[in-house]
């Protein structure tokens, strides 16, 4: 079929505030949230649904206890629409003239932002010091949504949950500790195989619930017999966990990297568990769809060259 029997074929029911409605819903979770994502009315909302319903000949979502869940059309859809919606998007500011310099736009979890990619950045920039270097930060769910809109290249950090990366190619790049990790002088520092229970005995800053990070913590205490800690922090802020070390008895569980500078001053120490190491990996997360190139590829090759050296 060539290219004008495709273009034929386009419904022209379809309108761009269709894929607007369809993608808010998609990524909010319900109606009422993309309504307000939109600054709409909600049943403009879902009258708009219903209308792409019925060109698209097929449900895209259903009703769940979570929520609106896409179906398979709905998943079809989405990993299209969001492609087109950021190209389209792009098109535009490079037809008005507000886009004109290459870019590399990449989403990287908060953890890694002061591990890996500085020094990334840094060699980039020498090579390409005109490229405009554009760092988006989130937690995984919504790097993914910014990813699957075209809005950035590629992210950087955990494999999502297996729903959430339909459609989405995840390559391995590493593997990262998240360590039990106190101030210096803390009544557990030096200690050898601390059990739970003692850990138990202070406070413990844990990464937020839904994070990737905070599932495999979770996961290692739970195959301890643990059904968790009693008095705990959650954040994902790395900086906010450093000050807190060192103004209390709090432990810190959290990825080696993002304390790197803290474990070699000697500031923190890590506490020896009688749990084995947890690791995670750690990778980049691409769209087969809209591949990165150019700029965004290089960037990626640096990426690797880091990381093996970070792994020897």
Do not use: C
């Amino acid at each position: 079929m060539g290219g004008g029997d495709r273009a034929e074929a386009m419904d022209d029911r379809l309108k761009l505030r269709h894929l607007r409605v369809f993608l808010a819903i998609a990524e909010a979770g319900t109606v009422t949230g993309a309504a307000r994502k939109l600054n709409s009315a909600q049943p403009a909302v879902s009258r708009t649904l219903r209308e792409l319903e019925e060109i698209v000949g097929r449900p895209l979502f259903q009703r769940t206890s979570r929520g609106l869940v896409r179906t398979e059309a709905g998943d079809e859809l989405y990993r299209f629409a969001t492609v087109a919606s950021g190209q389209l998007e792009e098109g535009i500011a490079r037809a008005s003239g507000l886009d004109e310099a290459a870019s590399v736009r990449i989403g990287a979890l908060p953890n890694l932002l002061a591990s890996l990619l500085p020094p990334v950045v840094r060699r980039f920039k020498e090579e390409s010091p005109r490229t405009v270097f554009r760092i988006e930060t989130g937690t995984i769910a919504y790097l993914l949504a910014h990813l699957r809109r075209g809005n950035i290249d590629f992210v950087m950090g955990r494999m999502a949950d297996p729903d959430s990366m339909q459609g989405l190619s995840f390559e391995y790049i590493w593997e990262e500790e998240l360590p039990f990790a106190a101030r210096t002088g803390h009544p557990l520092a030096g200690r050898r195989k601390i059990t739970l229970r003692e850990v138990d005995d202070y406070p413990v800053i844990l990464p937020l619930p839904g994070t990737v990070i905070r599932t495999e913590v979770d996961r290692a205490i739970a195959e301890r017999g643990s059904s968790g800690f009693a008095n705990i922090i959650e954040t994902v802020s790395v900086e906010f966990g450093r000050k807190l070390l060192q103004l209390t008895d709090a432990i810190f569980v959290f990825p080696v990297n993002a304390l790197a500078e803290e474990f070699d001053s000697g500031r923190i120490v890590r506490l020896d568990l009688e749990i084995a190491p947890i690791r995670s990996p750690v990778g980049i997360t691409v769209d087969p769809v809209a591949q990165p190139s150019g700029a965004s590829a290089r960037v990626l090759e640096l990426l690797r060259e880091a990381a093996r050296s970070h792994a020897s």
